[in-house]
């Protein structure tokens, strides 16, 4: 599957964000999507996934209570909407598709097959 993410820019601390990530090539429904994030300096690390199906969802720590993933499987198309974003939030994000199904929400790298290209976020304080 080839994965697309868009909607990144620059925005102020406390404003918002709306990522998407476009898939193609295979039955999109039939994986497990994640977004993951990686800050400058630091390694790609893990925000947030959902299951094929959108029933079950997990959140790092970091983004709870301010990120939002969903997915629209009639469309191909997985999104993510930041708020109350914070200059640590700061980083490119990576939207990823994983073969696991079920009703389990993948948060390990190597439990994802597919990566997009990644979309830069910038929160400016």
């Known amino acids: 599957v080839q994965l697309q993410a868009s909607g990144g820019g620059l925005v102020q601390a406390g404003g918002s964000l709306r990522l998407s990530c476009a898939a193609s090539g295979r039955t999109f429904s039939n994986y497990a999507m994640g977004w993951f994030r990686q800050r400058p300096g630091k390694e790609r690390e893990f925000a947030v996934s959902i299951s094929w199906s959108g029933g079950s969802t997990h959140y790092a720590d970091s983004v709870k209570g301010r990120f939002t993933i969903s997915r629209d499987n009639a469309k191909n198309t997985l999104y993510l909407q930041m708020n109350s974003l914070k200059p640590e939030d700061t980083a490119v994000y990576y939207c990823?598709?994983?073969?696991?199904?079920?009703?389990?929400?993948?948060?390990?790298?190597?439990?994802?097959?597919?990566w997009g290209q990644g979309t830069q976020v910038t929160v400016s304080s």
């Open positions: 990823a598709a994983s073969r696991y199904s079920g009703g389990y929400a993948p948060s390990r790298i190597y439990e994802y097959d597919y």
